[in-house]
């Protein structure tokens, strides 16, 4: 930071003290660059007209600011009485105002458009935006989901690094990393043991953090304005996406090993599953309806993650079956016996859902009617990873150390890559390349057409429930040891 900007900093922190003590600040001090602006707006004969667009919105954002830290005085006078309020009403046309209460009012809104103008000088001198309106947050590479979308395909919108990356930055959390980070045009969301934290996409620094009872269990979801996560006590909780403040919470009843992750189509619904499946109104987190019996009976009552997809929810139960339910009903449509506990996440694309079972069959069926499409033993379990259905091909891990590459049609295995390690992280898929982490640390980066090694990286820490977020050339991932990586090409590659 230059000097010239650590002043500027200072004199904006002798302001704001001034200001919100009732006290007079001159706004032409704020910064001479200035001036100009200041004796325009007190000349006092112009229509002042809103700016449009983000200038709109920072000046909005800058009023409701200065009238939020405005401490309270029982002496202070009314608003316009003496000009030491911090906000007031902006007229509609300044020469219409009475000549003592216009200074005033000129002082103000004077006060108000510095203020405006030098946050957005600040936040342009470090590369940093710091209010963003919801337009700005969103971008076409968002990972606003885990598994990419709600229907759960493990699609990232990509690219990854084209080369063996480097650490661009880390984050030390809370806690160890759970899940998939969720990305949007500035911010990464991630869980790490009891916190959710939100950490700047450029700097790296922690914008805000989320403290919750117990321990998180998944990564979070981005609905809109606000992110969603799940505590192992069976709490469904809703944070304000910009203030990390809590919006409202509801319980869905105890988790029981499972780490199911929320999963919000656009239908103003957030799906959450633990010993069965609740459907939850996004906006205002009352329950809008838990799924019947027999799902989430069985062993421990499992249920697995949902998938949201064509109007229908698909969960895994561990009476052994998979359950399609109506999204707007929870009214069962049909049920599919696997013949063994469903734990995996089912994914779904192109009218078929992917599921496994604990057994190590992989099976394709319909989404309309539950028939079978085929199936095909992949292994002696598939009770800790989840596939991803991307480019024709589904992937999978097998007895948590092999990926198996299918083909999605036929069910025809193509390849296979073995995990030494072993590796319990559910693989993702961005532009052609697939990737998944494993118990010693290693980021896996494979040809999704071939199985073959395009690199790895090693992380200090296990990198096992932690499932990578792919957006921009960069791939976010965490690991056990309480840190949140990005990891991008070096500096001069494509």
């Known amino acids: 930071m230059s000097p010239?900007?650590?002043?500027?900093?200072?004199?904006?922190?002798?302001?704001?003290?001034?200001?919100?003590?009732?006290?007079?600040?001159?706004?032409?001090?704020?910064?001479?660059?200035?001036?100009?602006?200041?004796?325009?707006?007190?000349?006092?004969?112009?229509?002042?007209?809103?700016?449009?667009?983000?200038?709109?919105?920072?000046?909005?954002?800058?009023?409701?600011?200065?009238?939020a830290v405005r401490p309270s005085h029982q002496d202070q006078p009314p608003v316009g009485a003496n000009g030491h309020s911090a906000v007031i009403p902006r007229p509609r046309s300044i020469a219409a105002v009475a000549p003592t209460a216009r200074r005033w009012a000129l002082t103000h809104l004077a006060t108000a458009a510095l203020l405006a103008l030098t946050l957005v000088s600040i936040a342009v001198a470090f590369g940093e935006v710091w209010m963003h309106s919801a337009d700005e947050r969103s971008a076409p590479g968002d990972v606003a989901l885990a598994r990419g979308n709600a229907a759960h395909t493990g699609e990232m919108p990509g690219p990854g690094p084209t080369s063996l990356p480097v650490v661009r930055w880390q984050a030390q959390l809370d806690?160890?990393?759970?899940?998939?980070?969720?990305?949007?045009?500035?911010?990464?969301?991630?869980?790490?043991?009891?916190?959710?934290?939100?950490?700047?996409?450029?700097?790296?620094?922690?914008?805000?953090?989320?403290?919750?009872t117990d321990q998180l269990i998944s990564g979070p979801a981005v609905t809109g304005d606000l992110v969603e996560v799940v505590e192992n006590g069976g709490t469904l909780h809703a944070v304000d996406r910009d203030t990390g403040q809590e919006r409202w919470q509801t319980a869905i009843g105890p988790m029981r090993f499972c780490s199911s992750i929320p999963v919000a189509p656009d239908n103003g619904l957030v799906?959450?599953?633990?010993?069965?499946?609740?459907?939850?109104?996004?906006?205002?987190?009352?329950?809008?309806?838990?799924?019947?019996?027999?799902?989430?009976?069985?062993?421990?009552?499992?249920?697995?993650?949902?998938?949201?997809?064509?109007?229908?929810?698909?969960?895994?139960?561990?009476?052994?079956?998979?359950?399609?339910?109506?999204?707007?009903?929870?009214?069962?449509?049909?049920?599919?016996?696997?013949?063994?506990?469903v734990s995996t996440s089912p994914a779904v694309v192109a009218g078929v859902v992917y599921f496994g079972n604990d057994d190590g069959t992989l099976f394709a069926v319909r989404t309309d009617t539950g028939s079978l499409v085929w199936s095909a033993k992949v292994g002696r379990w598939l009770d800790e990873s989840s596939p991803a259905v991307v480019g024709g091909r589904v992937f999978i891990v097998s007895e948590s150390r092999v990926l198996v590459a299918l083909d999605g049609a036929t069910g025809e295995e193509n390849w296979r890559f073995a995990v030494p390690s072993g590796s319990e992280t559910w693989p993702v898929v961005a532009t052609g390349v697939v990737y998944l982490g494993s118990k010693d640390g290693t980021v896996h980066a494979l040809d999704a057409a071939t199985g073959s090694e395009r690199w790895h990286f090693q992380l200090p820490g296990q990198v096992e429930s932690e499932q990578p977020a792919v957006t921009g050339g960069v791939v976010y991932v965490g690991d056990d040891w309480n840190v949140l990586y990005a990891l991008g090409s070096a500096a001069g590659d494509p």
Not at 192 to 206: H, K, Q, W
């Open 4 to 67: 010239a900007d650590r002043a500027r900093l200072d004199d904006l922190d002798r302001f704001w003290d001034a200001l919100s003590s009732g006290g007079w600040a001159a706004p032409d001090a704020l910064d001479p660059e200035l001036t100009e602006t200041v004796r325009w707006l007190h000349a006092g004969d112009v229509t002042v007209s809103a700016p449009p667009g983000t200038a709109e919105r920072i000046w909005q954002r800058a009023l409701a600011a200065s009238a």
């Open 175 to 212: 806690g160890p990393v759970v899940g998939q980070p969720a990305v949007d045009a500035h911010t990464v969301y991630v869980a790490a043991g009891n916190t959710l934290s939100a950490v700047d996409r450029t700097t790296a620094a922690v914008r805000w953090r989320f403290a919750t």
């Open 271 to 341: 799906y959450v599953s633990g010993t069965g499946l609740t459907a939850i109104d996004a906006a205002t987190g009352k329950v809008r309806w838990r799924a019947p019996a027999p799902i989430g009976t069985g062993r421990v009552g499992r249920v697995s993650s949902p998938a949201v997809a064509d109007g229908r929810v698909f969960v895994g139960s561990a009476d052994g079956s998979l359950y399609a339910l109506d999204a707007e009903s929870g009214e069962v449509r049909w049920r599919f016996a696997a013949g063994s506990p």
